[in-house]
């Protein structure tokens, strides 16, 4: 499931115009890991695509296909050459699953001595903000200077949770992008509403915010160096058009199978 939760995370790169479709290219640092992501979306279909740079080649290793209108979320696995396809309704009941378990484990630690009790609950404590898609909140401070990357201006912030420093980014100013904010929102709360994400996972995604930001996330490189589990992420390009259909389909010749934890 960590997979499927780092998949639908990302959709909320892809939730950026109302009508028109869109892609975007992003590309992250993590200690000597450098890879791709490019994100489609046209009407209520949305499309993420993770590539690993191998030799200064894009190397395909997953995607994932939203598809708001049939209410349903298909997985690409390129080296197994096979996908899933999860509905509304099969998250659902793996949600009520999960909260079954919980319950379980709570009634078993309740029997538990003191001691060993304090520590199973910090362990689970420590799990549920690893898994957790809640985004935490975030606090934009203007600093000074300006960049430009992929060919837009962008005002440099540091961004603050919890009163702590935590990274420094670069934002592009809406207005310049003239991205329909709104929809962008509408777009989040729809994924939300249906999958139980939106947010980011436990490294908060630079385009995670954009809807709470005061613009477009083209740089973001956290406090903590890559070295340690930071990251550094660049926007490479963000172009607008029709998105062909067959983007949003299984790619010919893949084998559809059950996800794991979901029969």
């Known amino acids: ?5 780092r998949l639908a995370t990302l959709a909320a790169l892809l939730a950026l115009a109302a009508h028109a479709g869109i892609t975007v290219t992003t590309e992250m640092k993590r200690k000597d890991k450098t890879s791709r992501m490019v994100m489609q979306l046209e009407g209520k279909s949305l499309r993420g ?19 708001g209108q049939g209410r349903r979320m298909i997985i690409i696995n390129y080296q197994e050459k096979k996908y899933h396809e999860i509905s509304e309704e ?10 079954a378990a919980r319950a379980q484990m709570k009634a078993q630690l309740d029997k ?7 520590q199973m609950e910090a362990m689970m404590e420590r799990q549920m903000k690893t898994t957790s898609p809640v985004m935490p909140d975030e606090k934009f ?4 200077g300006s960049k430009k990357i992929a060919g837009y201006s962008c005002d440099l912030y540091t961004v603050e949770s919890n009163g702590e420093h935590i990274a420094d980014t670069c934002l592009i100013p809406w207005a310049d992008l003239k991205l329909d904010r709104e ?5 989040l709360e729809s994924l939300k509403e249906m999958w139980g994400v939106g947010g980011a996972d436990k490294t908060p995604s630079p ?23 930071g990251h550094e992420t660049t926007l490479i390009s963000i172009s607008q058009g029709a ?18 934890g979901m029969e």
């Open 90 to 99: 099969q998250m659902k009941q793996w949600r009520s699953k999960m909260e």
């Open 183 to 187: 929809q962008i929102k509408q777009n």
């Open 207 to 229: 385009v995670a915010s954009w809807t709470t930001a005061p613009g477009v996330p083209a740089w973001r490189k956290t406090v903590k160096p890559l070295e340690e589990g």
């Open 49 to 67: 695509e993770m590539l690993s740079m191998k030799d200064g080649a894009a190397v395909p290793e997953g995607a994932f296909i939203h598809d």
């Open 112 to 118: 538990m001595p003191p001691e060993r009790r304090a």
């Open 1 to 5: 499931m960590h997979t499927l939760r």
């Open 243 to 260: 998105v062909p259909k067959e983007a949003f389909a299984p790619p010919a010749g893949m084998v559809k199978s059950q996800p794991r």
């Open 141 to 144: 401070v203007r600093a000074s």
